[in-house]
């Protein structure tokens, strides 16, 4: 593909930088995270404000992660068949309307139900943000915009409760309901000036009732799916790690909410390094492969020094390597699985966005289970083992499989 400064669809009104497409694109991605993690810092607040426990409260949560999977399930085959414009416009506008009810929740039930309408909502945008990039971009390029989107996607998670929390300081719980509002309306703003990626003769021709017959089509793709299988164990470590870190870093080592926000944003600055190493790899798959390596080696050694009950220094600096690893992991896997299956750009990120979201619900009640220093460290060591099989069994594909008769499920 020749380089260029300006990137052109098919609208002749106007033209999309290379510029505004990193930043609208890391917007997108960052957007799903955000709506997620960002109030984990009120949820006491609202638990007295709703006048309900604690776990009533952290169900807004995992509804909204079960809405962001769901969510791209929708819009990835939608995109697929209407373009990437018009779902996006749509999803923000859905987004905008939940997020103004959420604000004004009267019960804790509404707002639980509307959280799950906001991460359906919010979906479109993670989806179609890898869609768009393998639209526009092909080869090392659309490695480095994986890479930007990816880097943006996992620090996202871990700096949004860091930014609730500023908030939290000059605001009430709505407040931050109210600035998720704000980036809605700007994120919208830069929809609008967005030109179509997908031309229409690359657009799907299924029905519209029959759009989710779509993932038959990738299903079929072996290597996509094994690449899916490694990229949403690697999510689970992130996740795992996400829902644990607030109880064993200031309930077990004794640190204040501020010093766990430090951590945080160390942490994160550890995981955008490593989304960003691919680049630095002649091929994707040696990447992932010193990726898989690095999680196993570094979920063992955490998980041990959890179960040692090692000092603080000691968890953290391997947590921090376990991070990096399993950044490097989104960012080339991502890639590899996108370029399988790019006859279907939408539908197959709406897979990898939804295996890994749904995983994460899975395994963030699952550290909680029992010792959560023995149940982190053990959800650590099988993620990563999983992850590692996946991509296995991925290199042992040299050909991308595309019959009915060769498909797989995982």
Not at 77 to 87: I, Q, V, W
Not at 139 to 147: I, P, Q, R, S, W
Not at 358 to 381: A, E, H, K, Q
Request: overall charge positive; proline content about 4%.
């Amino acid at each position: 593909m020749q380089k260029t400064k300006t990137w052109q669809g098919s609208s002749k009104r106007r033209k999309n930088t290379a510029f505004f497409l990193f930043v609208f694109l890391g917007m997108l991605s960052a957007f799903g995270p955000l709506v997620t993690d960002m109030y984990l810092p009120s949820l006491p607040a609202m638990t007295s404000y709703f006048l309900t426990g604690p776990s009533m409260v952290q169900l807004g949560i995992t509804f909204s992660m079960l809405g962001l999977a769901a969510g791209q399930i929708v819009f990835g085959p939608l995109s697929d068949k209407y373009g990437r414009r018009a779902p996006l416009l749509l999803s923000m506008a859905l987004y905008l309307l939940a997020t103004l009810a959420c604000i004004w929740s009267p019960t804790i039930e509404i707002f639980v139900s509307l959280r799950f309408v906001q991460g359906i909502a919010a979906a479109g945008g993670i989806v179609i943000s890898r869609s768009i990039a393998t639209d526009k971009f092909k080869g090392e390029n659309l490695t480095k915009a994986l890479a930007i989107i990816a880097a943006i996607n996992g620090i996202a998670p871990i700096a949004a409760p860091v930014i609730g929390g500023i908030i939290l300081q000059v605001s009430t719980w709505r407040g931050i309901f109210v600035v998720l509002f704000v980036l809605g309306l700007i994120l919208t703003g830069f929809c609008v000036h967005f030109n179509e990626s997908l031309s229409t003769t690359k657009r799907s021709r299924v029905p519209l009732l029959k759009t989710l017959g779509l993932f038959k089509t990738v299903f079929c793709k072996r290597k996509y799916m094994y690449c899916v299988l490694q990229l949403s164990c690697a999510m689970g470590i992130l996740f795992s790690y996400i829902a644990a870190s607030p109880f064993i870093v200031q309930e077990h080592y004794g640190y204040s909410a501020f010093a766990f926000s430090l951590v945080f944003a160390v942490n994160a600055i550890a995981l955008g390094v490593g989304t960003s190493m691919p680049v630095r790899f002649k091929r994707p798959e040696t990447c992932v492969s010193y990726s898989c390596l690095g999680m196993l080696a570094g979920s063992v050694l955490t998980a041990v020094a959890l179960w040692m009950q090692a000092p603080f220094y000691v968890f953290e600096g391997l947590l921090i390597a376990l991070l990096f690893a399993t950044g490097m992991s989104f960012t080339a896997t991502t890639s590899i699985a996108m370029l399988e299956a790019k006859d279907q750009a939408g539908t197959a990120s709406a897979l990898i966005g939804a295996s890994g979201f749904l995983l994460g619900s899975i395994v963030s009640p699952i550290v909680g289970l029992g010792n959560i220093l023995v149940s982190t460290g053990l959800t650590f060591i099988v993620c990563s083992l999983l992850a590692g099989v996946g991509w296995m069994l991925a290199l042992r594909v040299n050909q991308p499989e595309t019959q009915s008769g060769n498909c797989v499920t995982i």
